[in-house]
């Protein structure tokens, strides 16, 4: 068998993400599955690098949505959702998955209910992109001990090349039979 080490000349992609801009790419990423016009939200739970689960602000299941329905407003804000947070705290809920000492990537600094929902779960750090209104979270998250890092802005790009990789072939009339 001949076996020749090819190296790349250019080393390593300069897009490739460490691993919190990773993770929050993909929080920001589960944000566009969000149902409510008011808010996109987004957050992944992770666990020693692997993903527990993820969530974004969304009805109940089999709710109507704020974009079809109308939001439903009390004291200026919208109540129909749950908050992407807690969506993956309960996600995580219903597999039966641990969240102790988990990691959360959030989109937006949590609310105060959120916050505090995270610590009870067993979250011990926290990275966000940016601030939220009227949030007592920083104050939760000292009390607790929890790790709190303010990231800037991962960028919005998603870099997959089909069309320059040796090994792929785009299809030529893409089509899915599944009733999804
Ligand atoms: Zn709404
Ligand atoms: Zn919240």
Known sequence: ??????????????????????????????????????????????????????????SLPGSPHCYTDGCLVVDGHCVRTNHAEINAICQAARHGLSLLGATAYITNMPCTSCAKALIAAGIIRVVVFSDYHNTLAEHFFTEAKVELCRLPMPERTIHYELEKYSSARPFAEPHCDCEN
């Open 1 to 58: 068998m001949d076996i020749t080490v090819v190296k790349c000349s250019s080393g390593q992609p300069a897009n490739r993400p460490p691993w919190d801009v990773y993770f929050l790419k993909l929080a920001m990423l589960a944000s566009e599955r969000a149902t409510c016009p008011r808010m996109h939200c987004g957050c992944v739970l992770v666990h020693d690098r692997h993903v527990v689960s993820t969530g974004y602000n969304g």
